[in-house]
């Protein structure tokens, strides 16, 4: 496989239920992300790890809690999610912080009943 | 308070025709500046990108210009062709260590007509 694979690809799940979405890169980079995306509304960051160190964390509820065990693998954890958190979310990677692009993965897409 | 503005939210070409897409920032610490494409079901792919100390890269038929006075940036598709029809997000980060943060545009869906 190559590029950023994620899963699930979509995701139905109660307020009172625990989950987790994983993202792989096969492409040799030390910087992941994750993104929402919500309907009508840009792309925002939530998490950065670099060197599998979260490096930021843009205000993000406690209900979402990432964890990067190598360089390779990403994962967000979801507990006691509230409807308004029914989005797109979007793994990213890079090669470092310099001018390098981030590759995405095709999200999972998330449903709070 | 959006620092990266796509003003358009679509726009439709004709096959063969150029495609021209805009995009505004604020943020004058801006330097590094990406376009991606985005098909339905599927995540954004980077497109091209042009840092601050340039004002144009090409590749291929698609060229970005970036008019660092005006605070604007422009994708140029030509010939445009029905596999461009997608939502294109023009990106931006901020100079500085440690900086991983794009802000994105909310996207222009880029119709292309046979």
């Known amino acids: 496989e190559t590029g950023v694979t994620q899963t699930p690809r979509h995701l139905v799940m109660g307020m009172t239920n625990k989950k987790s979405l994983k993202c792989e890169q096969h492409?040799?980079?030390?910087?992941m992300y994750w993104y929402k995306q919500s309907a009508k509304k840009p792309l925002e960051l939530m998490f950065v790890?670099?060197?599998?160190?979260?490096?930021e964390n843009n205000s993000v509820p406690s209900r979402f809690s990432p964890e990067c065990p190598n360089s390779s693998h990403l994962f967000l954890h979801l507990h006691t999610l509230q409807p308004e958190d029914s989005a797109l979310y979007l793994c990213?990677?890079?090669?470092?912080?310099?001018?390098?692009?981030?590759?995405f993965g095709d999200g999972t897409r998330l449903s709070i009943l | 308070d959006q620092q990266v503005k796509q003003n358009s939210p679509s726009l439709s070409v004709q096959e063969g025709r150029i495609s021209i897409l805009n995009c505004d920032y604020t943020n004058s610490m801006f330097d590094y500046f990406l376009w991606y494409k985005k098909y339905p079901a599927e995540g954004p792919t980077f497109l091209i990108s042009i840092s601050s100390i340039k004002d144009k890269n090409e590749d291929g038929r698609f060229t970005v210009f970036l008019n660092k006075s005006a605070k604007h940036l422009s994708l140029h598709i030509v010939p445009s062709q029905p596999g461009d029809s997608a939502v294109y997000f023009c990106a931006a980060r901020a100079s500085g260590a440690g900086s991983y943060q794009l802000t994105f545009g909310k996207g222009t869906k880029l119709s292309v007509i046979p």
């Open positions: 990213a990677s890079s090669q470092g912080e310099g001018n390098q692009p981030q590759h």
């Open positions: 492409l040799g980079h030390n910087a």
């Open positions: 790890y670099s060197l599998e160190e979260r490096v």
